[in-house]
């Protein structure tokens, strides 16, 4: 991928469910690189985050305002040359696609085996059990779990 494209910032999309390791490899990641690190987590509206922790799934509609931010955020960067690593879910290729602001944003994709998925989920507790396996419904189009 090279550190730089044409003297413009490379944006790295770390996605992938919950427990998978992106803000710990996105933050590493960033930390060796001397790059900015955001974790998309903290760009949901309160609402939605509310939600979450209720175990209600969000809607395309309540992930709009997200993703706009999200993508704000990613054209500041590349407005700015600047690279970053970016942790995101981006379950959906709609909205991996919707976060492709410009050619230097490459989508990495971390997956974790499942025992490392449900430590990492237990720790964190802001994502149901129903909820875990409903982002990997969305991810793969059915339930897989390994």
């Not at 003297?7 to 960033?30: E, N, Y």
């Not at 998925?117 to 875990?132: C, D, G």
Request: net charge positive; proline share 2%.
């Amino acid at each position: 991928m090279g550190c730089v494209l044409d003297g413009a910032g490379v944006i790295v999309l770390l996605m992938g469910v919950s427990g998978a390791g992106k803000t710990t490899v996105g933050t590493m990641l960033a930390a060796q690189l001397g790059w900015e690190f955001a974790d998309g987590d903290d760009y949901h509206p309160a609402a939605n985050v509310e939600k979450m922790r209720n175990g209600i799934p969000l809607t395309d509609a309540d992930r709009e305002p997200w993703l706009e931010s999200l993508r704000s955020l990613i054209a500041a960067w590349m407005a700015a040359g600047k690279s970053a690593v970016l942790a995101c879910s981006a379950l959906k290729q709609v909205y991996r696609d919707r976060l492709m602001v410009g050619e230097s944003v490459r989508v990495v994709y971390l997956k974790a085996d499942r025992r490392v998925r449900l430590k990492l989920w237990k720790s964190r507790r802001m994502l149901s059990r129903s909820m875990l396996a409903l982002r990997l419904r969305r991810l793969f189009g059915r339930f897989v779990g390994g």
